[in-house]
């Protein structure tokens, strides 16, 4: 199985930080509850290049926080590099909904139709003790700065993402989110 195939096969399905979420309560912190739904969707790219050796993801996170919910869905490409993984952003095709957006809602697209985000810095994965670790830091704007910090492995997905506006966090916790795999990918 290639680098490609490994690192996809641990972060592809059905994920939440259930027991996280209990726990954090118990203690009586403010931690949101979340769901993420990885799924490869090159099927539902059309005219994908014959040599193309990236593999699209549809990212669905569902956050919840003091009974409000929150989507947040994206679209990335995975590919395989000298240095490791890269996983790159892209802009949702035309006519989707970013309050809606899914695997299962997703039409076809042409692959010559997807942009990539100009904002997102691609995050680099590095395969270590058994899973893959990585992340990177985007400029948002001037002002604005998303960190990304991730680690994959068989038994979970660790997800540490922070927003800071002029050097103050405005969105992030101090701990990452610990999405342990209820299902495989279906």
């Given at each position: 199985m290639m680098k490609i195939e490994k690192f996809v096969k641990l972060m592809t399905g059905y994920f939440d930080n259930k027991e996280q979420f209990t726990a954090m309560k118990k203690a009586g912190k403010i931690y949101p509850y979340a769901q993420h739904?990885?799924?490869?969707?090159?099927?539902?790219?059309k005219n994908i290049p014959e040599d193309f050796a990236g593999i699209f993801i549809v990212e669905e996170s569902y956050?919840?926080?003091?009974?409000?919910k929150h989507a947040s869905p994206h679209?990335?490409?995975?590919?395989?590099?000298?240095?490791g993984i890269l996983l790159s952003s892209y802009e949702l095709p035309a006519g989707e909904d970013k309050n809606t957006f899914s695997y299962a809602?997703?039409?076809?697209?042409?692959?010559?139709?997807?942009?990539k985000s100009e904002k997102f810095t691609?995050?680099?994965y590095k395969e270590t003790d058994g899973g893959w670790e990585g992340g990177s830091v985007s400029h948002f704007?001037?002002?604005?700065?998303?960190?990304?910090?991730e680690r994959f492995s068989e038994t979970?997905?660790?997800v540490s993402e922070s927003m800071e506006v002029n050097g103050r966090?405005?969105?992030g916790y101090d701990a990452p989110i610990i999405y342990k795999r209820v299902s495989a990918q279906q």
């Open positions: 739904v990885n799924t490869v969707c090159n099927d539902k790219v956050y919840e926080t003091d009974g409000r679209l990335f490409l995975i590919t395989e590099s000298c240095d809602s997703m039409k076809t697209v042409d692959y010559n139709e997807l942009k691609p995050a680099l704007s001037p002002v604005m700065t998303f960190r990304l910090w979970c997905l660790e966090r405005t969105f």
